[in-house]
C-alpha cells in the first residue's frame, strides 16, 4: 500500500472506460469536467478509452470524492478498464 500512494504522490494515470463510477453517483460527464477543469470531451474520451488523462493528485483527489470511492476503488476501475481496453496491462501505464 505504501508504494501505492508513493505513486500517487507524483502524477496519476487514469482511465476511466464505461464511465461505472461516474454513473453509480449519477454525474454527467459535464459535471466531472466543470468540477475538476477539463474539458466535458476529455471526460468522454477517458471513459471510451480514446485516451488516457495525466492528472495530478489533487485532480485525482477531486475524482475519488465525486465519485464517492475510495483510491483503491478508483485504482481497480482503472485496471479494469485497462483489461478490457486494447490489451495493455496497468504496469504499460506506470
Not at 3 to 10: G, I, M, P, W
Request: charged share 30%.
Amino acid at each position: 500500500m505504501g508504494q501505492h500512494l508513493a505513486k500517487l504522490s507524483r502524477v496519476v494515470h487514469l482511465s476511466l472506460a464505461k464511465s461505472r463510477l461516474r454513473l453509480r453517483v449519477k454525474l454527467r460527464t459535464v459535471d466531472i469536467a466543470s468540477r475538476i477543469g477539463v474539458a466535458e470531451s476529455s471526460v468522454r474520451n477517458w471513459e471510451k478509452g480514446r485516451t488516457i488523462p495525466t492528472l495530478s493528485i489533487d485532480k485525482t483527489a477531486a475524482l475519488c470524492e465525486l465519485y464517492q470511492c475510495s483510491i483503491a476503488e478508483l485504482d481497480l476501475a482503472v485496471r479494469e478498464s485497462i483489461a478490457q481496453g486494447d490489451g495493455k496491462t496497468a504496469d504499460d501505464f506506470e
